[in-house]
């Protein structure tokens, strides 16, 4: 696999985390939850943290939601931003109650004393502001000779709220640049690319259901990402929040960016195969993403195959393997037929040997 030449950037540290630089690619999701409804907030933080999110955003829409920050804080271990639009008082409030990080919208705060105090602040507790450029609601910029496009007026946006920032010695920043259009999104951040060192956080808005929320996000930000733009990622789906850590995963696995655990291929299946392939690669996923997250740096490849016409040189060329019958299958591993396994338990002697495999490396 060819290698990722990561952009280089400076590195800003994000409660217990730092980004940027040689640092891996965060996952970020976003709670879906009332922030004030403190117990179902630290929950959901809770259980995206189980699946591997590293930075969860939570809406701050009013002052409740700004202190109810503080006892969230207290009981979790992820780094929280806060997301903040059109009141500036309320990052002030999320700053005092203990926020890891605040984002901040140009194109509804924008007031030049607002921002200034947001960073007196932001500087006094040690913590960074991403800038949110969003294509949903820029604010509309004039020219004398040309029409801007949507990348260059998400662009110009960003460049002009960071000089605000770095006018008062504020140099903790992140940015994005989100567009509902891939290109625009592809776009801007490559030419944002051009003037700043801040590390990136990509994402796509908008993206709809989570099928083509997915394919959206995968079909721009792995152009991205494979030309090593990108610091921390967010795939935001029309769904519940875990199924966009998973998702970010997948993409960063796929490319290459990092490793999550064992990686699986398996067949589509056809008329040859005689046992329900796709319900033991589900059941195989499952366990593997939740009793065995151990697992989570081992970088084997599973082969899971329906029948003997693909499957043996596919299992193969993996670590481990299945190619099965109608009752049974054979596994493989590095190459070589070890013995036939059952249908019946054959995921749990699969997972037996990852952990035999992890324990031995």
């Not at 709809?208 to 152009?223: D, E, Q, R």
């Not at 299958?329 to 040997?353: H, P, Q, W, Y």
Request: proline residues 4%; positive net charge; contains cysteine.
């Amino acid at each position: 696999m060819t290698k990722i030449i990561r952009r280089k950037t400076r590195v800003i540290r994000i409660g217990n985390i730092f980004i940027g630089g040689n640092n891996p690619i965060a996952i970020q999701s976003m709670t879906k939850t009332k922030t004030a409804d403190i117990e179902k907030t630290i929950r959901q933080i809770k259980e995206l943290e189980s699946i591997g999110c590293e930075i969860v955003r939570l809406a701050v829409k009013d002052s409740r939601d700004a202190k109810a920050l503080r006892i969230i804080k207290r009981r979790v271990s992820v780094p929280l931003v806060s997301d903040i639009h059109f009141d500036w008082r309320l990052a002030l409030e999320a700053i005092d109650n203990g926020v890891d990080k605040i984002r901040l919208n140009p194109g509804n705060i924008y007031k030049k004393d607002q921002i200034r105090e947001i960073v007196k602040a932001a500087k006094l507790n040690r913590i960074p502001i991403r800038v949110g450029v969003n294509s949903g609601s820029l604010r509309k910029f004039q020219t004398p000779n040309s029409k801007l496009q949507t990348p260059q007026i998400m662009v110009k946006s960003a460049l002009d709220y960071i000089r605000v920032l770095e006018k008062s010695g504020f140099y903790d920043i992140v940015v994005s640049l989100k567009a509902s259009d891939i290109f625009d999104t592809i776009e801007a951040y490559r030419r944002m690319t051009r003037f700043c060192d801040y590390p990136f956080h990509l994402g796509v808005t908008a993206t709809g259901s989570p099928y083509s929320g997915v394919i959206k996000s995968a079909a721009a930000l792995s152009i991205l990402l494979s030309e090593g733009i990108g610091d921390t990622i967010r795939i935001s789906l029309t769904d519940k929040p875990q199924a966009e850590v998973r998702a970010a995963k997948s993409i960063l696995e796929t490319i290459g960016a990092r490793c999550f655990g064992p990686e699986i291929i398996s067949c589509p299946t056809c008329g040859r195969c005689e046992v329900d392939l796709i319900k033991i690669v589900k059941d195989l996923e499952n366990k593997l993403s939740t009793r065995y997250s151990l697992l989570a740096t081992q970088p084997l490849k599973l082969a899971i195959m329906g029948c003997i016409v693909n499957g043996p040189g596919e299992a193969r060329e993996a670590d481990l393997g299945v190619a099965f019958g109608r009752k049974e299958g054979l596994l493989f591993k590095k190459g070589k037929a070890v013995r036939k396994v059952s249908l019946s338990n054959c995921t749990d002697i699969l997972l037996k040997e990852i952990k035999l495999i992890s324990s031995a490396t």
